[in-house]
């Protein structure tokens, strides 16, 4: 059974930085693609950042527009853990920040229907 547990969030002033992590077991990391994905009340759930690797084949990662310049996807190689790096955090990047898990495949998407485990959720306040 897959579980995917998110931590990190907090309340942080404009211009800061956060690290969210996203803890995930029962999961086969040979072939793996992990997102990250927000929400703000009212609002569709939209993708942040994706980490993808295929067996042997090197690891990637892709990025909403809105983020690629100052958000950063990345797997520690000795835990099933996957982080978001935030920096230079804007208001407009506050939101319920989830993780989430495809099966079986490596092919990347900001698609949230196309994933097949989530976690609960972790908050980011950004004031101005």
């Known amino acids: 059974q897959v579980e995917v547990v998110e931590s990190g969030g907090s309340s942080v002033e404009a211009g800061g930085s956060l690290r969210l992590s996203c803890e995930i077991s029962?999961?086969?990391?040979?072939?793996?693609?992990i997102g990250w994905f927000r929400q703000v009340p009212g609002r569709v759930r939209e993708g942040v950042a994706v980490f993808f690797r295929s067996g042997v084949v090197a690891s990637s990662s892709t990025y909403a527009d809105a983020v690629k310049t100052r958000f950063k996807i990345s797997k520690d190689s000795a835990k099933d853990t996957v982080y978001l790096q935030l920096d230079s955090l804007k208001p407009e990047d506050s939101g319920m920040y989830f993780c989430?898990?495809?099966?079986?495949?490596?092919?990347?998407?900001?698609?949230?229907?196309?994933?097949?485990?989530w976690g609960q959720g972790t908050q980011i306040t950004v004031s101005s």
């Open positions: 989430a898990a495809k099966e079986n495949t490596a092919i990347p998407s900001l698609n949230e229907y196309l994933y097949d485990f």
């Open positions: 029962g999961y086969d990391y040979n072939t793996h693609c």
